[in-house]
């Protein structure tokens, strides 16, 4: 044993492997198998992985090294040469953890969450599969493996969504998330070509090697645009994966799937594979400043145009969708100002309180027998108390209001970076673009604090609106759920207090565990900056607190039942005061919220109708004439067949006449 | 007159007379021999440039091909005529426009 | 006549002598045995090619010229017939049992098979216009036939007829273009042709001779089904029975393409003007987009499938052109790589389809699919995965094709079109996704409450399932085999 | 004057009009009988051209297969069909058959304009003291037509005064080959049109 423990580097092949094996296993012969086998194998089997993967984690803490193992030679054909290897450093070590540690959790809820249906153990199968595949994105030390994994997520993505094929519209969401994810992977593999065209290889560390030791071609291909058209490339399979602008549409719909699956890929990790590949290729990305710009500017507005629909959102799965594209802006805000260290701390503790959020949601869900509409919930944290706790947490976590809870860590830590960014090209040089997208990234905070509370009242704290009897049957789902919860909730408080920085009295052990990978250089913010942090943090949690308190206090209390409330007869001071209190709601209504509200509401129609929908329609609509056109020629008859292929003939001739003519 | 220029025309006459056939005619049964006679002009011009220019040389490699083409194209015309048979049988016409059912 | 050309031409004598024999199995063996004789015979006939085919590629040290340079047995051409005699076997396979179905007599149906079989592996190594030519013949009239075999059904006819009279349309092209490469050199062998167009005595006929190989290649076009020239592929897909359009998607295709291929290396050398290459683009750009694009709007899957072969003709092309770019080092194995891929996953669906189809009638409809991978497990997932391996998704032998293509396109500086092709691949992928859906719709058919599957199909696709997956992980052996 | 060069323009002119007359009389002839007999009639003078390009050979093939064989499986097809009066107008609209002509037309303008000008200069006979003629001697031309020399005549082999001469062993060797394989071609063809066309009863019963 101890020997296995030491030469952890070994086997951790097997971490990806298990999960394979529990997918062979419970796809091919799961029917027959008992429930509880098939839950046994979906959940030992990601388990195993998760303890190796702690293991090899505490070996590259212990040694600092990295763990890699090559397996040899894949394939070879036309100068490339492809071997396998997988690779565990600090990066790939901690994300192995928040996939296979959340993952497993994740697998456990789904015991309770998925009781009684009778594809369980395809459903299981397909999470082994999926962490499997995630695991193989994370773990592969070339990019081909990168990019396979990459593909085999956006597959199981597909697969879990449309779980329930029953319904037509899950099968139609899951093919939009597929498609769009293709169209994303289309820019990543042009740009693994190319990488391959210019680098001639295409192992991650080779990549690396090659920049360090040829910096003259290098240099050429900074100047020449090269690197920026890679990086620009590789930025558009992420876009597509982690769910940014303008690729982001496949994600609200892909709350289709079950809820746990929105836990497990559409909030905790398939969508932070755009973030980590940033990561994973951050020396390329830093070479282009565009790039990083750009970045910085796709994550910004995704962030801060996805918080303001989330907070018109009804289904509580689509609120929590929206945050998480929100989110995912802020990560690559990070990453887009070179503070990649906190970029990947924020994709970790936003992967412990996204995954509690939508299990807590999950629970609701059951609860209230698969309703999602908040406006025809309420009054839910006397019935749930576990669970509505559990949110709670989570949403302290999510708005980041209350000091070293793991969300408010990573948030603050991201706009104090982005406050410190001195860049700018172009346009933006001369502008303080560092404190503009503070700016950006702030308002974001707020809207987050807002929309978060907004959803606590509508749901646990209003008044119900259910009727009596639902109201009375509403109860906690079973305890492996609660337990999951509970476990999660912790995570989300404490899964922070790894990357305490200095200011707040900690010294950051995350970002000096992962400086290893992330040359030191490359991240601002070791020098003190005096107060600036202190006032930044001052002003986004103060701020955030305020919004917090009103969206409570609006849609917790009486918001859209205020006749209700006057009419129960409580005392005149009482009435008036909530009398005032809905003439204040009203000027809420009129100043913030109906304003901001039908704003964000006409922005998201706008854009979403008119420019994404028509984008996608326009390209329907393009099709259909290709092949309205393609139909004329293909008329059945043999005649009209001869005519077009003498047509095709005299085309070629003409054009060859053409062009011998000139000679 | 009896020049390769005038040959290869004449030739290619025949092949367009035989390709309009197979363009405008309903009836299956024309569009083989229109088949037929461009075959037929396809020989012509083989063997006008093996006469004009390898004739000297003692080349006749053009005869060989068109003996070729002459037993393929009474093969495709054998197998031409049995499924236009078949058809008649299905269908009891042989209409290029009734034959219309796959299209799209 | 000596061993070396005894063992050259060993395939096509053993593809004659099986081809007789199994004609000759009607007259001697009773009805009920027949049809068993039939296909026993003809699975060894062609296994029998396989392995000849295989001793001589392993044997192989020097291009083998054989009758005055009439045939070249070479490495390529070996290796097309093989991919071509595998899908022919796995095609054979399907057919057992269910040939009686579409025709009365199986030795005729086997015997044609085994026949067009033999006309693709003399295109592969025909070395010169005549052999080419008529290889090409016994190719087409043979596949003609079996087009049309379904006497009974209107479509077979009307898919028959439309194939014949578009094939000769094409061929007197092809023709046409052939006496102007005569006329031009007085040569009918690929190498002489070449030589004689390059030499300097022939200069003033290099312009007639390149109006030939224009000519030449719309034959060549037509075969494979590209552009301007695909007109017929829809609708010979559709009507012809099944099976036998799975024998035109994979067989012929391939077999076209080996001649293509081989024509296209010799011909661009001699072409100056460069005008075949720059022709040759555009037919790849349009094939591509035309076929996928036409693949979205089709309800009947033997015709989605017609299309997307189409964009994979495409794709084929790209390859080839990547290979063109560089004529000194070609690079053809991404090509024999992914038409090997294309064989495989293309008879699979098949077998699946076949397997699907009840008493006689043919699945044709997305609707006669719905609900057919929760009757049958096994059967939706092999058809799921290998609509999947057609989309190009990754861990399947289909996007190991695809990404070899593409890699060699961009290898090559063939940006515009490695970027076009992995765009209409991306549009590929919502068809593809259609009918994986439909497998997996819970309205069920009626179709399949009774079901068994026999053992042949199940065969077919268990084999064709592992193989694409195998070369989706280990692509390597893919090179090897065709190495 | 019997100057041959005259001769053979003059014969070639005849040939080639009557060709073409015919050929047009199969596209535009409504009944398919007619069509049959012009096509037949085409083929005729066809053949006489490639006695002028001395290929007797070929000539006689030309008459044996295609009048011989292919004309009479075309006219018992017409027979066993037999169509009605009516469906003989088998033409498309106007539109149509306008386009097909104008492209035909322009194929035809463009293909011999092309080829007219690739080749360098106009390409007449074969000179007579290159190729003294058909037949080594005056008495091999007396005896034209015995059995004798049959393969002469149908081989038509001519005088080589080029000093170039092509291998003929590599030649014949060549055409082993296709001439195989074109005969395993006719095999495909009888056993296609046996599958397709024989009668249904036996199948139906």
């Known amino acids: ?663 | 007159m009896f020049t390769l220029q005038n040959s290869i025309i004449l030739g290619l006459i025949l092949f367009s007379i035989g390709a309009y056939g197979v363009l405008t005619r309903r009836n299956l049964l024309v569009v083989l021999m229109s088949l037929e006679i461009m075959f037929n002009a396809v020989n012509l011009i083989v063997l006008a440039f093996n006469y004009f220019r390898f004739y000297q040389q003692g080349k006749e490699l053009g005869h060989y091909f068109v003996l070729l083409v002459i037993a393929v194209a009474a093969a495709e015309a054998a197998v031409g005529l049995a499924i236009l048979v078949t058809i008649y049988r299905n269908r009891r016409n042989v209409d290029s426009d009734e034959l219309t059912e796959m299209k799209g | 006549m000596n061993i070396t050309t005894l063992n050259g031409i060993l395939p096509i004598l053993i593809l004659t002598g099986v081809g007789l024999l199994v004609l000759l199995v009607e007259a001697f063996i009773e009805r009920d045995r027949e049809r068993r004789f039939a296909f026993i015979l003809s699975l060894a006939g062609i296994i029998a090619t396989l392995v000849s085919l295989f001793s001589q590629l392993v044997h192989h040290d020097a291009d083998l010229l054989l009758f005055g340079g009439a045939l070249i047995v070479d490495h390529t051409g070996l290796a097309f017939s093989i991919i071509i005699c595998l899908g022919a076997l796995l095609v054979l396979i399907l057919s057992h049992r269910h040939v009686t179905r579409i025709h009365r007599n199986a030795g005729e149906f086997y015997s044609l098979i085994l026949f067009a079989t033999l006309g693709m592996h003399a295109l592969t190594i025909s070395n010169d216009m005549m052999t080419f030519f008529v290889s090409l013949e016994v190719m087409s009239v043979a596949v003609y036939i079996l087009a049309g075999v379904n006497r009974k059904s209107l479509k077979s006819n009307e898919s028959a007829l439309k194939y014949l009279i578009l094939g000769a349309f094409s061929t007197a092209f092809l023709l046409l273009g052939i006496a102007f490469v005569y006329g031009a050199t007085g040569q009918m062998g690929f190498m002489e042709i070449k030589e004689a167009l390059l030499s300097e005595a022939n200069a003033p006929f290099q312009s007639v001779g390149i109006l030939g190989l224009i000519l030449i290649m719309v034959g060549f076009i037509f075969k494979i089904g590209a552009f301007p020239f695909q007109q017929w592929v829809p609708d010979v897909y559709e009507g012809a029975p099944s099976i036998v359009t799975a024998f035109m998607a994979t067989c012929v295709k391939t077999a076209a393409f080996a001649i293509l291929l081989r024509g296209l290396f010799t011909f661009f050398q001699a072409d100056e003007s460069g005008f075949l290459m720059s022709a040759l683009t555009v037919i790849t750009v349009l094939t591509m987009i035309f076929g996928n694009f036409m693949a979205l709007i089709q309800s009947n899957i033997k015709r989605l499938i017609a299309y997307s072969g189409i964009a994979h003709t495409g794709y084929i092309l790209l390859a080839i052109l990547a290979a063109l770019s560089d004529p000194a080092k070609p690079d053809i194995t991404p090509i024999l790589f992914y038409l090997l891929v294309y064989t495989l996953m293309t008879v699979g669906a098949f077998a699946v389809l076949i397997g699907a189809s009840r008493g006689g009638e043919e699945v044709e409809t997305f609707e006669d699919i719905r609900g057919l991978g929760y009757k049958h497990k096994l059967l939706g997932l092999f058809m799921a995965f290998f609509f999947f391996s057609l989309a190009g998704i990754p861990s399947t032998a289909g996007f190991m094709g695809k990404f070899f293509i593409f890699k060699a396109a961009i290898s090559k500086e063939l940006y515009a079109l490695a970027v076009i092709g992995i765009l209409t691949a991306v549009v590929s992928v919502y068809y593809y996704l259609k009918i994986v859906v439909y497998l997996y719709l819970k309205e069920e058919n009626r179709r399949y409450e009774k079901y068994s599957i026999q053992w042949n199909y199940l065969l077919a696709s268990f084999l064709t399932f592992l193989l694409v997956l195998f070369l989706g992980i280990f692509p390597q052996f893919g090179f090897k085999l065709l190495k | 004057m019997t100057d041959p060069v005259v001769l053979t323009d003059v014969l070639f002119l005849l040939f080639s009009v009557t060709a073409i007359v015919f050929s047009l009389l199969v596209v535009v002839m409504k009944n398919p009988i007619h069509s049959s007999i012009s096509l037949v009639l085409s083929f005729l003078p066809i053949a006489a051209i490639y006695v002028l390009f001395h290929a007797p050979f070929v000539a006689v093939i030309q008459i044996l297969v295609y009048a011989g064989a292919i004309m009479v499986l075309f006219t018992f097809v017409i027979m066993m069909v037999d169509l009605s009066e009516k469906e003989y107008t088998l033409h498309k609209g106007k539109i149509y058959k306008l386009l097909s002509f104008l492209i035909m037309g322009g194929f035809l303008l463009m293909v011999p304009y092309m080829v007219t000008r690739f080749l360098p200069e106009t390409i007449s006979e074969p000179k007579e003291s290159v190729v003294l003629s058909h037949f080594t001697s005056k008495k091999e031309a007396h005896e034209f037509g015995s059995t004798k020399n049959i393969g002469k005549l149908i081989f038509g082999k001519p005088v080589i005064n080029d000093p170039v001469q092509a291998n003929d062993n590599t030649l014949k060797s060549m055409q082993i080959v296709s001439f195989e394989l074109a005969s395993i071609l006719i095999m495909v063809a009888i056993v296609g049109a046996m599958i397709l066309a024989r009668t249904r009863k036996k199948e139906e019963r």
């Open chain 1, 1 to 663: 044993m101890i020997h296995f423990i030491d030469n952890i580097e070994n086997y951790i092949y097997l971490i990806p492997l298990l999960p394979l094996i529990g997918f062979v296993i419970n796809g091919l012969i799961g029917k027959n198998l008992p429930r509880g086998i098939v839950y046994f194998i979906g959940c030992i089997s990601i388990f195993a992985s998760f303890v190796l993967s702690a293991l090899a984690l505490w070996k590259v803490i212990d040694t600092g090294n990295a763990l890699e193992i090559a397996y040899g030679s894949w394939f070879h054909s036309g100068g490339l040469n492809v071997s396998i290897g997988l690779k565990v450093d600090q990066l790939s070590a901690v994300m192995i953890n928040i996939v296979s540690g959340v993952g497993f959790l994740i697998h456990f809820y789904s015991i309770g969450y998925m009781k009684g249906d009778e594809g369980i153990y395809k459903f299981f199968a397909y999470l082994n599969l999926f962490c499997f595949a995630m695991l193989v994105l994370v773990m592969g030390d070339n990019l081909l493996l990168l990019f396979l994994g990459w593909e085999g997520v956006g597959l199981c993505s597909y697969l879990l969504i449309g779980f329930w094929y029953k319904n037509k519209d899950y099968a139609d969401a899951g093919k939009k998330a597929f498609i769009v994810n293709r169209i994303g992977d289309f820019g990543f593999l042009i740009g693994i070509f190319l990488i391959f065209q210019y680098f001639g290889t295409l192992n991650i560390a080779g990549i690396q090697e090659f920049l360090v030791k040829h910096p003259g071609e290098v240099k050429l291909l900074i100047e020449g645009g090269v690197i920026t058209i890679i990086t620009l490339l590789l930025f558009v399979g992420a876009t597509g994966k982690s769910a940014q602008i303008p690729l982001y549409v496949w994600l609200p719909d892909a709350m289709a799937g079950p809820t746990p699956v929105s836990a497990l890929i559409h909030a905790a990790t398939m969508v932070t594979a755009g973030v980590y590949m940033i990561g994973r290729l951050h020396f390329l990305f830093s070479l282009s400043e565009v790039t990083m710009l750009i970045i910085l500017i796709v994550g910004a507005v995704t962030a801060l145009y996805s918080g303001t629909i989330a907070i018109t959102q009804k289904d509580i799965k689509k609120v929590l969708a929206y945050s998480t594209i929100s989110q995912l802006g802020y990560m690559f805000m990070a990453m887009s100002v070179g503070a990649f260290s906190v970029g990947i701390f924020h994709l970790m503790t936003h992967a412990f309180f996204k995954a509690l959020l939508f299990l807590s949601a999950g629970s609701v869900i059951i609860a209230c027998h698969h309703e999602q509409d908040m406006t025809k919930m309420g009054g839910l944290s006397k019935r749930l108390p576990v669970t509505h706790i559990a949110m709670f947490i989570g949403m302290l976590a999510l708005s980041g209001t209350v000091p070293y809870i793991s969300g408010f860590l990573s948030k603050d830590l991201i706009l104090e970076k982005v406050f410190l960014f001195e860049g700018g090209l172009g346009v933006l040089s001369g502008l303080p673009v560092g404190k503009i997208f503070w700016g950006v990234g702030l308002i974001t905070a707020l809207f987050t604090a807002f929309y978060s509370f907004r959803l606590m009242g509508m749901t646990f704290w209003a008044k119900t609106r259910m009727k009596d009897e639902d109201y009375h049957h509403v109860k906690e789902p079973s305890k492996a759920m609660s337990t999951v919860l509970i476990l999660l909730a912790v995570l989300s408080i404490v899964g922070g207090w790894v990357g305490i920085p200095e200011i707040l009295g900690g010294n950051n052990p995350f970002h000096s565990f992962l400086s290893k990978v992330f040359d030191p250089t490359s991240a601002h913010g070791e020098v003190h900056h005096g107060n600036t942090p202190y006032i930044l943090m001052g002003v986004s949690t103060s701020l955030g607190i305020i919004l917090a308190i009103i969206a409570a206090f609006m849609y917790g209390k009486n918001w859209s039942f205020p006749e209700r409330f006057t009419q129960k007869g409580i005392g005149k001071l009482l009435h008036r005061l909530s009398y005032n209190k809905y003439y204040i709601d009203e000027l809420y209504e009129v100043l913030f919220v109906k304003t901001i509200m039908k704003g964000s509401r006409l922005l998201w129609k706008w854009v979403d109708a008119f420019i994404i929908d028509g984008l996608v329609n326009g390209t329907g609509r393009l099709a259909q004439l290709i092949a309205k056109l393609g139909q004329n020629v293909q008329t059945g008859n043999v005649n009209t067949y001869a005519l077009s292929i003498v047509l095709g003939v005299m085309a070629l001739l003409t054009w060859f006449m053409i062009a011998t003519y000139n000679n």
